[in-house]
């Protein structure tokens, strides 16, 4: 266990990422120093200080951070691609305005540092798709994109401004077997595994050729604890990091499947989701987290396809 004093507040704690970093934070750091907090789901915490937070509302943030004496806080409460293109108003104020809450608590010097992550949605169709480096063409066509890219501009303005100390990622689409994922267009990686295991079928909302860039929850995880402990000259980004792990379309990762379970059969219906995922870049180059802060993934394919059967089929 780390003994330096962190106490730290993790804002969306009940979500896709946000179960698994409580988890890595408290081995980390001990329970009780780290405080979970989302809109309901105490009981998912049962050895964590739990608070009910609205990120809308700054007052009860503020309490928050008194009441635990917070100098770390990892922000994941937003809204993603899908469902920010079907409540375009309110996903554009949720992700907008509760990163404005942090970022202020930390201007006031209430707080030492942030995590915020950014996404690959930040890139857009204009955007070169393969090999995307971090600096490019960006021009999301999503709420979600939008306001993640506006999300970075204004964490680069509060670190160049008011030297906020906020870090962040550009996350592809996460897999991990120990959550559910949360309105995003690359959720179907996820569901593939449950499906395969329940019912030897899938019915995926994008075409069997669309690639994506793509990570174990593992690496991201692991990359989030490497940029937050980084020392501060290292953090030469204060928008947001690139963060490359695998890439891969639904095609190829049914085939991968199929190795383990062989009668396993895939088919294609796509949706509204597919036009999200065409406007994203299909692999990226990270050759920045790479020098500044020592960062590479640990996971491949096959890899990533093996943890993932051996963990559901034991849950
Ligand atoms: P998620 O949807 O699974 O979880 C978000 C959590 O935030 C939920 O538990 C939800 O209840 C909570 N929340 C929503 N509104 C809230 C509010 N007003 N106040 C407090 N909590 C609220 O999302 P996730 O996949 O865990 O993503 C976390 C962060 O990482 C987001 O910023 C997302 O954009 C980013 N990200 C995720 C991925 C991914 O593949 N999961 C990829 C790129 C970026
Ligand atoms: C989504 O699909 O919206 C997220 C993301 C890549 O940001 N998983």
Known sequence: MITDI???????????????????????????????????????????????????????????????????????????????????????????????????LAKEKHISRIFWPSSIAVFGPTTPTVGTPQYTIMEPSTVYGISKQAGERWCEWYFNKHNV?????????????????????????????????????????????????MMHMEDAIKATIEIMHAPSEQIKIRSSYNLSGISFSPKEIANEIKKHIPGFSISYKPDFRQAIADSWPKSIVDKEAREHWGWSATYDIPKLVENMLDNLKKK
């Open 6 to 104: 962190q106490k730290i507040l993790i804002i969306g704690a009940g979500g896709q990422i946000g179960v698994e970093l409580t988890a890595k934070l408290s081995e980390m750091y001990g329970s009780s120093n780290v405080v979970a907090s989302d809109l309901k789901g105490a009981s998912a915490f049962p050895n964590n200080p739990f608070e009910i937070l609205d990120a809308l509302d700054k007052k009860a943030l503020f309490e928050i951070v008194k009441k635990h004496g917070i100098t770390h806080v990892y922000h994941l409460a937003a809204m993603l691609s899908a469902t920010g293109e079907q409540n375009p108003m309110f996903a554009w104020k949720l992700n907008m305005e509760s990163l404005f809450n942090v970022l202020e």
């Open 165 to 213: 100390d906020v870090r962040s990622i550009r996350y592809p689409g996460l897999i991990g077997w120990k959550s559910a994922p949360g309105g995003g267009t690359t959720d179907y990686a996820v569901h593939i595994f449950h499906e395969a295991l329940k019912t030897g079928t899938y019915e995926c909302f994008l075409n069997e050729n669309t690639v994506l860039p």
